[in-house]
C-alpha cells in the first residue's frame, strides 16, 4: 500500500511551535475529523505523536502487523512507522504532535524514569515482536488524568497567550512523566521486560561515575548478556558500557563549559581513574582535546 508523509508543516504553525493536538472522531461514513485528517490512510510522520485512545475500539496498522486498540491505550508513534487505523467503531483520539528535536525536551532527566525508558524508547520498538501486549493502558481514573492534561495542552496551542511556548513544554513534559510514571505499574510480562531495560538506564543516568561492569548490570535486569545486549542495542543504539561512556563524557563537557575544574579533577568526576585515557575518549567522542573544547566554549 501507498505511504504517504504527514508532514509537520500540515499541523504546525511556520513561527510556531512544533507542538499540536488533533482529536479524531468517527462518525458512520468515517469523515475527517480535521484538515489533513489520515487516520485511515496509511501514513508516517516526520514528528513524534502521542495516541490516547479515549474511546471506541479499532485495528491499527503498524507497518505489516495489525493490532487491537481500545480506549485506554496509550503509545508512542515515533517519525518513520508508517500505520493507519481500520475497522474503528466508535473510535476517539487525541493525538499529541510534536518535534522532540525542536522542542529541547529534557531528555537526560526523563531517562532517569525507567518508565520514559520503556515507553518512550523500547516500546515503539518492540511492538510488533511483543503483539502490542506491551503499550500502556489506562483504567478509567488514570485515563482522565491523561485527558485532563491534554486538554490543557490542546488550550494553550489555542489561545497562544504570553508565553505559551514555555507553558507547553512545561505540560507536555508532565504528561510525558505522567504517563512513564504510570508505566512503571503494568503488569504484563512484555512490558515488565522492557521495564528492566528502564533501569538499567536509570542506573547508569544517576550513577555515571561508578565502576559499572556488564555483570552488574545483568543482576539489575536480572537478564542474560545476549538477551540485555540485544535489548539494550535495540533501544539506545549503542551497548550498555558504550552508553556509559558516551554520557561520562557528555557530563564532561558540562563540567568543562561550566567549572575551572582541571581536567584531572573531571576526568575523576566522572568516572574515568586514568587522565590519558579519558582524553583520548574525549577526543574520540568530541573530535577534540578536552583542553580545546574548553576553550572553545568560552572557559
Not at 485515563?143 to 514555555?166: N, S
Not at 542495542?233 to 558504550?242: D, F, H, S
Not at 590519558?276 to 577526543?283: A, G, I, L, V
Request: charged content about 25%.
Amino acid at each position: 500500500m501507498k505511504k504517504t508523509i504527514a508532514g509537520g508543516i500540515h499541523y504546525f504553525e511556520p513561527a510556531g511551535f512544533p507542538l499540536a493536538v488533533r482529536r479524531v472522531s468517527t462518525d458512520p461514513k468515517h469523515t475527517p475529523s480535521h484538515p489533513h485528517d489520515l487516520t485511515e490512510v496509511n501514513h508516517y510522520h516526520d514528528f513524534c505523536e502521542l495516541v490516547i485512545v479515549t474511546r471506541g475500539t479499532a485495528m491499527h496498522r503498524l507497518e505489516e502487523s495489525s493490532f487491537p486498540v481500545t480506549a485506554g491505550d496509550v503509545f508512542l508513534l515515533q517519525g518513520r512507522q508508517s500505520h493507519y487505523f481500520h475497522d474503528r467503531k466508535n473510535l476517539e483520539l487525541i493525538n499529541i504532535m510534536y518535534d522532540p528535536a525542536q522542542i529541547g525536551l529534557p531528555e537526560a532527566e526523563l531517562r532517569k524514569l525507567p518508565g520514559y525508558c520503556a515507553m518512550f524508547m523500547l516500546e515503539p520498538s518492540y511492538r510488533r515482536r511483543h503483539r502490542f501486549a506491551s503499550r500502556l493502558h489506562l483504567q478509567r481514573i488514570p485515563l482522565a488524568r491523561a485527558e485532563q492534561l491534554a486538554d490543557e495542552i490542546e488550550k494553550e496551542c489555542a489561545e497562544k497567550a504570553a508565553g505559551y511556548e514555555a507553558a507547553l513544554r512545561a505540560k507536555l513534559i508532565e504528561l510525558i512523566v505522567y504517563l512513564a510514571r504510570t508505566y512503571n505499574f503494568s503488569e504484563t510480562t512484555e512490558a515488565r521486560a522492557l521495564l528492566r531495560v528502564g533501569h538499567v538506564i536509570r542506573a547508569l543516568e544517576n550513577d555515571f561515575a561508578r565502576n559499572w561492569q556488564l555483570q552488574d548490570l545483568q543482576q539489575l535486569a536480572g537478564m542474560s548478556r545476549s538477551n540485555l545486549m540485544r535489548v539494550f542495542r535495540e533501544a539506545t543504539g549503542v551497548a550498555p558500557i558504550e552508553y556509559l561512556l558516551r554520557l561520562r563524557i557528555q557530563k564532561a563537557m558540562k563540567l568543562l563549559r561550566s567549572t575551572d575544574l582541571s581536567v584531572t579533577e573531571i576526568a575523576l568526576r566522572t568516572g574515568f581513574n586514568d587522565s590519558n585515557y579519558f582524553t583520548r575518549q574525549f577526543r574520540k567522542t568530541a573530535g577534540c582535546p578536552p583542553a580545546k573544547h574548553r576553550k572553545e566554549t568560552g572557559r
